[in-house]
Nanobody, 118 residues
């Protein structure tokens, strides 16, 4: 089992920045890829960004490319999401996720609210 705990959400004005953190514990050796998804009120959960275990590959949704940066510190079992130039449409609950042995996103955090005011 892998436990994920997000932090760093909050209220920010449009154009501002936030950094989300996700601390992983448990059998983290099985988590090759880690990522972030988000879910706005009334919408489906959508992919935001992902990073593989070696930090060699990152993936981003088109809506956040050039504004968000995902990174991870394997020594600390932590993944980060630096969010710059935030827009009101980035308002959502952001979830950290990690893959299991078969490569699917099996583990999820409880989510952290990000609200961007206009």
């Amino acid at each position: 089992q892998v436990q994920l705990v997000e932090s760093g959400g909050g209220l920010v004005q449009a154009g501002g920045s936030l950094r989300l953190s996700c601390a992983a514990s448990g059998h983290t050796f099985s988590s090759n890829r880690m990522g972030w998804f988000r879910q706005a009120l009334g919408n489906k959960r959508e992919f935001v960004a992902a990073i593989n275990r070696s930090n060699a590959y990152t993936y981003y949704a088109d809506a956040v490319k050039g504004r968000f940066t995902i990174s991870r510190d394997n020594a600390k079992n932590t993944v980060y999401l630096q969010m710059n130039s935030l827009k009101p449409e980035d308002t959502a609950v952001y979830y950290c996720t990690a893959t299991g042995r078969l490569g699917s996103y099996d583990y999820w955090g409880q989510g952290t609210q990000v609200t961007v005011s206009s």
